[in-house]
């Protein structure tokens, strides 16, 4: 499955309860990102793979989409059902969907 072959939804879609998988690197986690979402950069999903959090579907974010769809596309071809939030973190902030961060300064998407 080809990255652009992934199912695709945007940030305003993604349900409130979505189990999400943030796959940005450190700096860009700590600044901001949804409440909940479990942080496995890209580089480590395949040697953590154990750690990616059941769902049914696990929604794959970055911070455009470009190695959301990547994930995702290799989640897909490894047995789970996983979906590229298009847009990214990016589109999530300007969705007006919840942020945190973790230096307790007001978050952001970088």
Same mark, same amino acid.
């Given at each position: 499955?080809?990255?652009?072959?992934v199912? #695709? @939804?945007?940030a +305003? !879609?993604?349900? !409130?309860? +979505? =189990?999400?998988? &943030?796959?940005? /690197?450190? $700096?860009?986690?700590?600044? $901001?990102?949804?409440?909940?979402? #479990?942080?496995?950069?890209?580089g &480590? @999903?395949?040697?953590?793979?154990?750690?990616?959090p059941? *769902?049914?579907?696990? %929604? =794959?974010?970055?911070?455009? *989409?470009?190695?959301?769809?990547?994930?995702?596309a290799?989640?897909?071809?490894?047995g %789970?059902? +996983?979906?590229?939030?298009g $847009?990214?973190?990016?589109?999530? !902030?300007? +969705?007006g969907?919840?942020?945190?961060? /973790? #230096?307790?300064?007001?978050?952001?998407?970088?």
């Amino acid at each position: 499955m080809m990255p652009q072959q992934v199912p #695709t @939804v945007s940030a +305003a !879609e993604v349900p !409130e309860d +979505a =189990v999400l998988l &943030d796959v940005r /690197e450190d $700096g860009e986690w700590v600044a $901001g990102h949804a409440e909940g979402a #479990t942080h496995i950069p890209m580089g &480590d @999903v395949p040697a953590r793979l154990d750690e990616v959090p059941d *769902g049914d579907p696990v %929604y =794959v974010v970055c911070r455009s *989409g470009g190695r959301s769809a990547r994930v995702a596309a290799w989640l897909n071809l490894n047995g %789970y059902d +996983a979906v590229n939030v298009g $847009g990214g973190m990016g589109e999530w !902030e300007a +969705a007006g969907r919840p942020l945190v961060s /973790e #230096t307790g300064r007001p978050p952001f998407v970088r």
